[in-house]
C-alpha cells in the first residue's frame, strides 16, 4: 500500500519542470538565462557576438515620457557615430534610486544616468558622479548656465541642464466660465472664494472647486503650498535662506486657506486618499475647478488622460496678491557620467551628442519639457501641445538654492502630515509650527555638528533676484 | 463510496430534496459559501473589467464595465513586459524555489518532528526568529553583498537561494502536520529494516502529501511574486528579469501616469501560471483517501 | 551507537536548511541589526552613536502609534479571516458539485499580486465616485456615500481587504490539515448520533489541533508583519491612520523621494526600530505560544 502512494505527485510533477527548466539553458552557476526562442527579447540581447573594437556603453534614466524620442536618437547615435560607441538605454522606473545604490554598491554601474534636481546632489555626495569639467569647451561652458548645487556641486561641475519644470496653478476654463469668474485667484482669499463659487457652480455635476493629492502629502504640498509660498517671499519647503534656520510660518496663512476650503466643502471629497493620477483623470473629466501641479501636466492631458474640458495654467496666487519671489524652475541637469564607468572619454561622446542643438530644440518641441538652456530657448519653437503656454518660464521662474532638508534627520512627524492633519482636524497651528521648527532646526544643528549639512545665513537674499 | 456517507449538497437549493440533513440549514449554508464567494470573487471581476478599458477609464474610476473593449491592452502588455521572455524566467525561479524549500524545509521538519537530538529547540528558535525580522528592506543588503562576495549577483541562482533559504514559514507548517501524523508506521517500517533517510523517502514524504502540495503552491506564489530581489539581481541583465519586474515598467513614469490598463492585463495574465500551478496542487492535496491513511 | 547515529543523521538532515537559514537569514539580519548603535546612511562612514538610536525610538510617537495601529490591524484581520477560513474548509471538506470551483474562488485572491489589487480597491472604495458607495446608495443602504479611505474608515477598509487576501491562503491549510484525519472517524460518529457542531467541536478541531495551532501562529506574525497592500493603497494615511510598524520600518530604509530631495536612508535608526519590531512579534508570538501549550494541557 505504502509503495502503491510512492514518492509525492506533486514532487514528482515539479522535478519534471525543473528538468525542463534546466534544459533550456546554462543550469550551472553562472547565468540562468534560457535561450528560448522568442524574438523580441532577442534582438536586444546585449553581450551576444559583438563585433570587435565596439565600445559598450549602458545610459540609465528613470523618464519615461520622452522614451520613444530618445530611443529614437540614441539608435541614430549607434548607427551613425564614428567610434564604434553602442549605447543600450534601459528605462528604470519606481525604484530608479534604489536601483542605482544597488548597482554603485556591487561595481555594475552604468556608464551615463539621468540625474534630476533631487538627486544630483546625493549621487555626487556619495561620489558616484564623475566632474565634467576637463570635457568642457568654452563652447560649452558659454552655452549651458552653470547652476550652483544643481550641476555644479563644491565647484566641480557634474552635468548640464536640458529642461526645467515650472508650477503653475492649473484650472478648468468650463467651470470658472461657468461660475461666473473673469478673474484668476490672485490672493489666498480670492482662490478660497472661487473654490466656493466653482463648487456652487458644479456641484450638481459632482464639480469639486479645489482638490491636492494627499496619499502622499509630500507630494501633494510640494507641488500647492510650496509654490504659493515662494511667490509670497518665502522659502516653498519651510527653510529660511535669509537666516539659514527652517521657519515654517510661511505656510501657516496657506495652511489655512486650504483648511477653510476644506470646511467650506470646496474641496474634492475623498481627498486624503487621492494619488496625482487619479486627480488628473477627474480633472480631465471635469470635476475639479482648480489645482496647482508642475510642467508635466500638458503632456499627460495630450498622451494620456484626454481632457474633455477647456483648461488653461496660470501663475499661483500669492499670500496677499504681491509676488514678492519667484517660484521655483526645477531642473538644470540632465545626464551624468558614472565615476565608476570605464569608458569616460566614450560616455563624453555621446553627452556631446545628447546636447546638440537639434536633440535639445526637438526635446521642448516636442513638449517634453521647457528648455533651461537661453540659447535653444531662443530658437526653438514653443511645444505644440495644449496648455503649456501658462506654464513658459517668465521672468517670475527662478531657481532657488538648495536647502539642507535632504541631510538632516528630522524626528517624528513630517512638516506635510502635521499641516494634513491640521487641515483636517484642527489644532492649535501656531504650536504646531512652533514644534515643527524646533524639530527642524535640531536636525538641523544636529547635522551641520556631524559636518553632514552646511546652513549660512544670508542676510541679503532676495527671493526675487535668484536666476 | 465513502461521500456517501455525506448528503450531497449544493450551493442552491434548487433541485431534489436531499436524502438527509435539515433542509434550512443546508439552504443557510449554501448562501452563506454563495455571499463569500461573490464577495470574493467582486474585486478580480473589477480587477478583470478594468484591463480592457482605456487607462483615462479606470483613473476616472466610477465604472465597472468598460465603454469600449480595449483588447489591444493584452498585447501591449504582452510586449511592454516582454512576456514570453520574463514569464520563462519566473517559472525557472519559482519552479525551482519550489523544489528547493520543500526538500529543505521537508528534512528539517521530519529530523525535528522524528529525531532526538541536541539543539533542537535551538534550531526551533532560529527558524522562528528569522520570521521575525526578514521583511526585503532590512536584509536586502546585506544579502546582496553575500552574493556578490559569492559572485552570483547577476544570476537567478542568487535570487532562488535566497527565497529558499525563507523556508521558515513552510518548515513549521510541514512541521504542524508532521505532528499529527501518527509514528506507527515509521516504527513498523524500523522494524521492516527501514534507514532513517528510507522512511523519510517512502513514508513520511508521501504522508506529508497535503502538506507538501499546499507548501508548494504557496512557495510557488511566493516566488513568482517576489519583486524586489529579482530586480535587485537582474539590474544589468534585462534578459534575466522576472514577469513581476517586467510589470513593473509598466508602472511609473516620473513625469506621467500610470499606465493601470497594461498593469492590470498584465496581471491578469500573470496569473494564469499560477492558476495551473493551483490546478496541479489541488489535485494532488485534495485526492488523498483515507485507504491510504490506513496504510 | 544507533543513537549516535541517528544524531549524526539529524545534523545531516538539518545541514542544508540550517546552513541557508544561517549564511542567509541570520547573518544578513545580524549585519543590519548591529547598526542600531551607529548612525549610518548607507554610505561612508558609519558613526557609533551609543544608544541614541534607543533613545529617539522612546521618543518616538509616530512609531508607537504604527505599533498601536499594527495590533488593531493585526487583531481585526485575524478575527475575520481565521474562523472564516476554517469554516470554509470544513464545508468544502465535504463533497459536493462545485466545491472544486469554490475552493479555487476562494484560493484566487491570494495569487493575484496586492500591488495590483490595491489599484483595484482604489475603484471600489474611493469616496467620489467608488463602486462600492454606488451599489449602495442604489440599494439605499446608505444615503451619503462613505469615505471608506477616509480618517475614519481606511483602517476599517484595509482589515476587510486583508481579510479578502488571506483567507483563501488559511482555507486550504486547514483544507490540508483535515485529509489528515481519516474519514471512518466521522463515520462512526455520525453512527453514534452526534451532530454537525458536535463532530466539528469533539472531532474536528481537537484533530486539526497542532495544524491549527501552528496555522494561528502564522497568520498571527504575518498579520503583524503585513504592509505591502497598505503601502500601496493609502501608504499609511491618511494622517497615519493605516500606518503600520513594519511599512514604517520600510520607510526608514527606503525612504519616499520628494519632489525636491530624496532623504538618506536612516540604517541606524531602521535598525533599532526594526529591533524593536521583531521583539514586539517575538514577544507576541511566544505569548501565543504559551498560551496554546496551557489550553492544550487544559484539555
Known amino acids: 500500500m505504502i509503495k502503491q502512494v510512492g514518492t509525492a505527485a506533486l514532487v514528482g510533477a515539479l522535478t519534471v519542470a525543473v528538468a525542463a527548466c534546466g534544459s533550456g539553458g546554462g543550469n550551472g552557476g553562472g547565468s540562468a538565462a534560457s535561450p528560448t526562442g522568442s524574438s523580441e527579447a532577442a534582438s536586444s540581447a546585449p553581450a551576444s557576438a559583438k563585433p570587435a573594437g565596439k565600445i559598450k556603453l549602458s545610459y540609465w534614466t528613470g523618464d519615461r515620457h520622452d522614451q520613444d524620442y530618445i530611443k529614437e536618437i540614441v539608435q541614430k547615435f549607434n548607427d551613425t557615430n564614428p567610434d564604434g560607441i553602442e549605447v543600450e538605454m534601459v528605462v528604470k522606473t519606481d525604484d530608479f534610486n534604489q536601483a542605482i545604490d544597488l548597482a554603485f554598491s556591487s561595481g555594475q554601474a552604468p556608464d551615463l544616468i539621468r540625474v534630476k534636481e533631487n538627486t544630483i546632489q546625493p549621487w555626487a555626495k556619495k561620489g558616484y558622479l564623475e566632474p565634467i569639467d576637463s570635457y568642457l569647451t568654452d563652447e560649452f561652458k558659454r552655452k549651458f548656465p552653470a547652476i550652483p548645487d544643481f550641476n555644479v556641486i563644491d565647484g566641480k561641475t557634474y552635468s548640464l541642464p536640458n529642461y526645467g519644470s515650472t508650477i503653475r496653478l492649473v484650472y478648468n476654463k468650463d467651470l470658472f466660465k461657468k461660475a461666473g469668474i473673469a478673474e484668476l485667484p490672485k490672493t489666498l482669499a480670492e482662490m478660497v472664494e472661487d473654490a466656493k463659487k466653482l463648487t456652487a457652480a458644479g456641484k450638481a455635476d459632482g464639480a469639486y472647486g479645489f482638490a491636492q493629492n494627499f496619499k502622499s502629502t509630500q507630494s501633494a504640498l510640494f507641488r500647492s503650498a510650496r509654490v504659493i509660498a515662494e511667490a509670497s517671499g518665502y522659502g516653498g519647503l519651510g527653510y529660511d535662506f535669509k537666516t539659514a534656520r ?93 565615476a565608476q564607468s570605464k569608458n569616460k572619454d566614450a560616455a563624453w561622446k555621446f553627452m556631446q551628442y545628447m546636447y546638440g542643438d537639434d536633440i535639445l530644440k526637438t526635446y521642448q518641441e516636442k513638449g517634453f519639457g521647457l528648455s533651461m538652456v537661453p540659447e535653444i530657448a531662443k530658437i526653438a519653437g514653443k511645444p505644440n501641445i495644449v496648455g503649456i503656454d501658462g506654464f513658459l518660464p517668465t521672468e517670475n521662474d527662478g531657481t532657488w538654492p538648495l536647502e539642507p532638508t535632504s541631510a538632516i534627520k528630522v524626528e517624528g512627524e513630517l512638516a506635510t502630515d502635521v499641516f494634513f492633519k491640521y487641515m483636517l482636524s484642527g489644532g492649535d497651528l501656531d504650536a504646531m509650527i512652533q514644534d515643527l521648527n524646533k524639530r527642524y532646526n535640531d536636525a538641523l544643528d544636529k547635522a551641520i555638528a556631524a559636518g553632514e549639512a552646511k546652513a549660512e545665513p544670508d542676510p541679503g537674499f532676495d527671493p526675487m533676484k535668484i536666476r | 463510496m465513502k461521500s456517501e456517507a455525506w448528503p450531497s449538497m449544493r450551493t442552491r437549493n434548487s433541485s431534489g430534496r436531499p436524502a438527509a440533513g435539515p433542509w434550512p440549514g443546508r439552504l443557510l449554508l449554501g448562501l452563506f459559501l454563495l455571499v463569500t464567494a461573490v464577495l ?256 | 551507537m ?240 493605516t500606518e503600520v510598524m513594519y511599512l514604517y520600518v520600510y520607510k526608514l530604509f527606503f525612504p519616499t523621494p520628494s519632489a525636491s530631495y530624496v532623504p538618506d536612508q536612516q540604517f541606524g535608526y531602521g535598525s533599532a526600530v526594526g529591533f524593536a519590531t521583531a521583539v514586539i512579534v517575538g514577544v507576541v508570538t511566544l505569548g501565543y505560544h504559551l498560551l496554546s501549550r496551557r489550553l492544550n494541557r487544559l484539555q
Not at chain 2, 257 to 278: D, F
Not at chain 3, 192 to 203: T, V
Request: aromatic share 14%; charged share 15%.
Open chain 1, 246 to 338: 527652517y521657519d515654517w510660518n510661511g505656510y501657516k496663512e496657506i495652511i489655512q486657506a486650504f483648511k477653510q476650503m476644506v470646511d467650506d466643502g470646496s474641496t474634492m471629497p475623498g481627498m486624503e486618499s487621492l494619488d496625482i493620477d487619479p486627480l488628473r483623470a477627474q480633472f480631465a473629466e471635469g470635476k475639479i475647478g482648480m489645482y496647482l501641479s508642475f510642467s508635466s501636466e500638458p503632456g499627460v492631458y495630450k498622451d494620456q488622460f484626454p481632457a474633455k474640458i477647456d483648461w488653461a495654467a496660470a501663475p499661483a496666487p500669492t499670500i496677499d496678491g504681491t509676488v514678492k519671489g519667484k517660484t521655483s524652475l526645477l531642473g538644470g541637469q540632465w545626464l551624468a557620467i558614472s
Open chain 3, 2 to 241: 544507533i543513537k549516535l547515529r541517528r544524531i549524526g543523521f539529524s545534523y545531516a538532515f538539518l545541514a542544508p536548511s540550517l546552513l541557508l537559514t544561517v549564511v542567509l537569514g541570520i547573518y544578513p539580519i545580524g549585519w543590519a541589526i548591529r547598526y542600531m548603535f551607529f548612525d549610518y546612511k548607507g554610505y561612508g562612514e558609519a558613526k557609533f552613536v551609543g544608544l541614541d538610536n534607543f533613545e529617539r525610538l522612546y521618543r518616538d510617537g509616530p512609531f508607537w502609534h504604527s505599533v498601536a495601529n499594527t495590533f488593531v490591524y493585526a487583531g481585526g484581520k485575524l478575527i475575520l479571516t481565521i474562523p472564516l477560513s476554517l469554516v470554509l474548509a470544513v464545508v468544502l471538506n465535504r463533497a459536493f458539485r462545485g466545491r472544486s470551483a469554490l475552493r479555487a474562488i476562494y484560493f484566487m485572491p491570494t495569487i493575484i499580486s496586492s500591488s495590483v489589487m490595491a489599484v483595484v480597491f482604489y475603484i471600489l472604495f474611493n469616496s467620489y465616485n467608488g463602486i462600492l458607495n454606488q451599489y449602495l446608495l442604489k440599494l439605499g443602504l446608505i444615503s451619503v456615500p462613505i469615505p471608506w479611505l477616509g480618517p475614519k474608515h481606511a483602517m476599517l477598509t484595509t482589515i476587510l481587504i486583508a481579510a479578502w487576501g488571506a483567507v483563501g491562503n488559511y482555507m486550504l491549510l486547514f483544507l490540508a490539515g483535515l485529509q489528515n484525519i481519516p474519514r471512518d472517524v466521522y463515520e462512526s460518529s455520525s453512527l453514534d448520533g452526534a451532530n454537525r457542531w458536535q463532530q466539528f467541536r469533539y472531532l474536528t478541531l481537537p484533530m486539526l489541533g497542532p495544524v491549527l495551532q501552528i496555522v494561528v501562529m502564522l497568520a498571527i506574525i504575518n498579520a503583524l508583519k503585513g504592509y505591502e497592500s497598505i503601502m500601496v493603497l493609502t501608504d499609511g494615511g491618511p494622517i497615519g491612520k
Open chain 2, 40 to 295: 470574493i470573487l467582486f474585486p478580480l471581476v473589477a480587477a478583470f473589467l478594468g484591463s480592457f478599458m482605456t487607462n483615462a477609464e479606470i483613473a476616472a474610476g466610477g465604472k465597472l464595465v468598460p465603454s469600449v473593449w480595449q483588447f489591444a491592452n493584452y498585447k501591449e502588455a504582452w510586449v511592454q513586459a516582454n512576456f514570453s521572455r520574463f514569464a520563462w524566467n519566473s517559472l525557472f525561479v519559482s519552479a525551482a524555489t519550489t523544489v528547493g524549500t520543500l526538500i529543505v524545509a521537508s528534512m528539517a521538519a521530519y529530523v525535528v518532528e522524528r529525531m532526538k537530538f541536541p539543539g533542537k529547540a535551538l534550531f526551533v528558535g532560529l527558524q522562528a526568529s528569522t520570521m521575525f525580522v526578514a521583511i526585503g528592506a532590512v536584509v536586502l543588503r546585506p544579502q546582496f553583498q553575500l552574493m556578490v562576495d559569492l559572485n552570483l549577483n547577476t544570476s537567478l541562482w542568487g535570487v532562488i537561494l535566497i527565497l529558499i533559504s525563507s523556508h521558515a514559514y513552510i518548515f513549521f507548517i510541514l512541521l504542524s502536520f508532521l505532528q499529527g501524523i501518527s509514528r506507527e508506521l515509521d516504527e513498523a517500517a524500523r522494524i521492516d529494516g527501514c534507514s532513517s533517510a528510507g522512511i523519510y523517502w517512502r513514508i513520511v514524504l508521501p504522508l506529508l502529501r497535503p502538506a507538501l502540495g499546499v507548501g508548494a503552491l504557496f512557495t510557488f506564489c511566493g516566488a513568482w511574486n517576489e519583486y524586489l530581489r529579482p530586480l535587485v539581481f537582474t539590474l544589468n541583465n534585462p534578459n534575466l528579469q522576472t514577469l513581476t519586474v517586467g510589470l513593473s515598467y509598466l508602472r511609473y513614469g516620473s513625469s506621467a501616469a500610470v499606465q493601470t490598463h497594461y498593469l492590470l492585463a498584465g496581471a491578469c495574465l500573470s496569473i494564469l501560471p499560477l492558476l495551473a500551478a493551483y490546478l496541479v496542487a489541488n489535485k494532488s492535496f485534495m485526492q488523498m483517501t483515507a485507504g491510504s491513511l490506513k496504510g
